[in-house]
T-cell receptor, first 113, second 110 residues
Framework: NAGVTQTPKFQVLKTGQSMTLQCAQD?????MYWYRQDPGMGLRLIYY???????DKGEVPNGYNVSRLNKREFSLRLESAAPSQTSVYFC????????????FGNGTRLTVT | SQELEQSPQSLIVQEGKNLTINCTSS?????LYWYKQKYGEGLIFLMM?????EEKSHEKITAKLDEKKQQSSLHITASQPSHAGIYLC??????????FGKGTSLLVTP
């Protein structure tokens, strides 16, 4: 049972480059999320998708776009990477929008130079 | 949004000792989640608490939610090196996602 799978695991970008972080879950969960984790800042929500076909901004959406491709997949795109986007990115999913635990992927470590 | 304060920020304990980590909310907690993160890895779900006064245990880890539902504690009995990592509390806020505390880093020494 794979759970939540994120690719790639590591990535180095130059300022201005673009990339898409991929996330897929095999638990038939309705809701999916993207967080970033930075030292001293904790986990901050970037975007989420409460159900297939919907996406909403979280706490720190600037510089990012998302696509809920289908029920399984939720991608995060950086159109023009900036050094401030150097972070560890986590994708997560849950069965319901509340009162159920998030299941996390292992993260993507992104460095923007 | 809901603020979650964790204390202490970091903890070093000797193997075999007990320890407690606290998570305090500025608002009533309607769902409180505890996670463990090993260094460089993802978050592992430990326990979820919903009712005031609720207590849950898994192996040597016990989590409690106070009656007023504004504070939770995580207690580890007879700590082992395998308990080392970062412990985070998260809470359902008024939207659709979890807010998280900044985490407590635990190191267990021989």
């Amino acid at each position: 049972n794979a759970g939540v799978t994120q690719t790639p695991k590591f990535q180095v970008l130059k300022t201005g480059q673009s990339m898409t972080l991929q996330c897929a879950q095999d638990m038939n969960h309705n809701s999916m999320y993207w967080y970033r984790q930075d030292p001293g800042m904790g986990l901050r929500l970037i975007y989420y998708s409460a159900s297939e076909g919907t996406t909403d901004k979280g706490e720190v959406p600037n510089g990012y776009n998302v696509s809920r491709l289908n029920k399984r997949e939720f991608s995060l795109r950086l159109e023009s990477a900036a050094p401030s986007q150097t972070s560890v990115y986590f994708c997560a999913s849950r069965n319901r929008v509340q009162a159920s635990p998030l299941h996390f992927g292992n993260g993507t470590r992104l460095t923007v130079t | 949004s809901q603020e979650l304060e964790q204390s202490p920020q970091s903890l070093i304990v000797q193997e075999g000792k007990n320890l407690t980590i606290n998570c305090t909310s500025s608002k009533t907690l309607y769902g409180l989640y505890w996670y463990k993160q090993k260094y460089g890895e993802g978050l592992i779900f430990l326990m979820m608490l919903q009712k005031g006064g609720e207590e849950k245990s898994h192996e040597k880890i016990t989590a409690k939610l106070d009656e007023k539902k504004q504070q939770s504690s995580l207690h580890i009995t007879a700590s082992q090196p395998s308990h080392a990592g970062i412990y985070l509390c998260g809470a359902d806020n008024s939207g659709y996602a979890l807010n998280f505390g900044k985490g407590t880093s635990l190191l267990v020494t021989p």
